[in-house]
């Protein structure tokens, strides 16, 4: 009985790194799908000149995006603000709105910032036009179905009393890079064979989405006026994050394609460390909104506290990646350097990686607390989007020392 009553304290006292651990889980097993979808289309990216380099930054986008609305819903539930209500002015209805006119906005930002750095780095890629289509397409459809991912997670957390910042940001950046490569790279694929008087009305019908998207930022409630204000200032320069990193693997595609396990480590790699920055900056936002950490320049004991389980989750998960890549190439009869290499690779690459999420997160929330700022505006999105650049220099540099 005393054994059974120890077990059960031990359980609640670690109550939320299990909740998180089972979450990253099952969100890295999942991403896998992208991962291995990625490794299996690499003759498209070679044959659609530049679409490598919306890759990065438009699951990312997905991610980041859904991330502050997780975020914020997540905030309002601690804070009892939260309620099931889909009508204009409450809290869920106006966050969610906020997050489609994000999607819209960032994905046609994403197709004009990539085509300039393409051109700016000689970098061969397709028209802007049908970066454009190809973009807010893929985009948007991904977005809704990401969008409408996180709300229903955000229902259940409220409804069963689970937390939502260790569940929200994995679920979401999951779904992400599920369904985002899927989209992008069959949008890209019926664009890129249409004609021109096909390419003209999907551009007229991505120009009026545009519009429309704007129009409604116009006309938004005071709470989608925050989110909006606050997040197109950060996710428009963020977005040039992940799109350097696009053009960072766009130059090194031969190289990822000779050695294609790592192609499809790129998206559990990025997931699984995205993930957990995610966790600890959703963590953070909200131990900021009820008090319990103060926003101070050397992190309390609690957020150290934050920053072990992170290297634990890492410590775990980062080998497994590099081990399935492996094996996943191995069935697909693509080309690895090895099962060793892979967890190295892995490893090394993820905890450098971590380690600069943990601060970076960390520091975004304190700055942006004391300038008067939500955090959870902002918290996600850095470190979604920051993981885009940080996650492909120290992926493509590990690997390039150790191949």
Same mark, same amino acid.
């Given at each position: 009985?005393?054994?059974?009553?120890?077990?059960?304290?031990?359980?609640?006292?670690?109550?939320?790194?299990?909740?998180?651990?089972?979450?990253?889980?099952?969100?890295?097993?999942?991403?896998?799908?992208?991962? @291995?979808?990625?490794?299996?289309?690499?003759?498209? /990216?070679?044959? =659609?000149?530049?679409?490598? #380099?919306? %890759?990065?930054? !438009? $699951?990312?986008?997905?991610?980041?995006?859904?991330?502050?609305?997780?975020?914020?819903?997540?905030?309002?539930?601690?804070?009892?603000?939260?309620?099931?209500?889909?009508?204009?002015?409450?809290?869920?209805?106006?966050?969610?709105?906020?997050?489609?006119?994000?999607?819209?906005?960032?994905?046609?930002?994403?197709?004009?910032?990539?085509?300039?750095?393409?051109?700016?780095?000689?970098?061969?890629?397709?028209?802007?036009?049908?970066? @454009?289509?190809?973009?807010?397409?893929?985009?948007? /459809?991904?977005? =809704?179905?990401?969008?409408? #991912?996180? %709300?229903?997670? !955000? $229902?259940?957390?409220?409804?069963?009393?689970?937390?939502?910042?260790?569940?929200?940001?994995?679920?979401?950046?999951?779904i992400g890079d599920i369904v985002t490569l899927p989209f992008l790279v069959v949008t890209a694929l019926i664009v890129m064979d249409l004609p021109f008087t096909g390419k003209a009305v999907l551009g007229a019908i991505v120009f009026v989405m545009i519009v429309a998207a704007f129009i409604s930022f116009k006309r938004g409630t005071r709470t989608m006026l925050d989110v909006l204000r606050e997040g197109l200032p950060l996710l428009i320069p963020l977005s040039l994050l992940g799109i350097t990193a696009g053009v960072l693997y766009t130059s090194r595609l031969e190289s990822l394609i000779a050695a294609a396990a790592v192609i499809i480590l790129i998206s559990p790699f990025m997931n699984g460390c995205g993930s957990i920055g995610g966790i600890l900056t959703?963590?953070?936002?909200?131990?900021?909104?009820?008090?319990?950490?103060?926003?101070?320049?050397?992190?309390?004991?609690?957020?150290?506290?934050?920053?072990?389980?992170?290297?634990?989750?890492?410590?775990?998960?980062?080998?497994?990646?590099?081990?399935?890549?492996?094996?996943?190439?191995?069935?697909?009869?693509?080309?690895?350097?090895?099962?060793?290499?892979?967890?190295?690779?892995?490893?090394?690459?993820?905890?450098?990686?971590?380690?600069?999420?943990?601060?970076?997160?960390?520091?975004?929330?304190?700055?942006?607390?004391?300038?008067?700022?939500?955090?959870?505006?902002?918290?996600?999105?850095?470190?979604?989007?920051?993981?885009?650049?940080?996650?492909?220099?120290?992926?493509?540099?590990?690997?390039?020392?150790?191949?």
């Open positions: 009985m005393t054994l059974v009553i120890a077990i059960n304290d031990l359980r609640e006292k670690h109550r939320e790194f299990l909740t998180g651990f089972w979450t990253l889980l099952i969100s890295v097993s999942l991403s896998f799908i992208a991962g @291995i979808y990625l490794g299996s289309v690499n003759e498209v /990216l070679l044959l =659609i000149p530049g679409l490598m #380099v919306l %890759v990065t930054p !438009s $699951i990312n986008m997905r991610g980041a995006i859904a991330g502050i609305l997780t975020s914020r819903l997540s905030s309002s539930m601690h804070l009892g603000a939260f309620e099931v209500d889909f009508k204009r002015h409450s809290e869920l209805g106006d966050n969610l709105r906020a997050s489609l006119i994000l999607t819209v906005i960032i994905s046609a930002v994403l197709a004009i910032f990539g085509k300039i750095i393409c051109l700016l780095t000689g970098t061969e890629v397709i028209g802007v036009l049908e970066m @454009i289509i190809i973009s807010v397409i893929s985009g948007t /459809l991904a977005g =809704i179905l990401v969008t409408v #991912v996180g %709300v229903l997670v !955000s $229902i259940v957390c409220y409804r069963k009393f689970w937390d939502l910042d260790m569940v929200g940001a994995p679920a979401v950046t999951t959703s963590r953070i936002g909200t131990e900021m909104h009820m008090g319990m950490i103060d926003p101070v320049l050397f992190p309390q004991k609690t957020v150290l506290k934050h920053f072990g389980e992170n290297y634990i989750y890492s410590i775990i998960f980062l080998p497994l990646m590099g081990a399935i890549a492996h094996f996943a190439a191995v069935l697909l009869g693509i080309t690895t350097p090895g099962l060793l290499l892979m967890v190295v690779i892995s490893l090394l690459a993820g905890i450098l990686v971590v380690t600069a999420m943990n601060l970076l997160g960390y520091y975004t929330a304190v700055i942006t607390y004391r300038k008067g700022f939500d955090p959870d505006n902002f918290g996600v999105p850095v470190v979604t989007s920051s993981i885009d650049l940080i996650g492909a220099t120290c992926l493509l540099a590990v690997m390039m020392i150790l191949l």
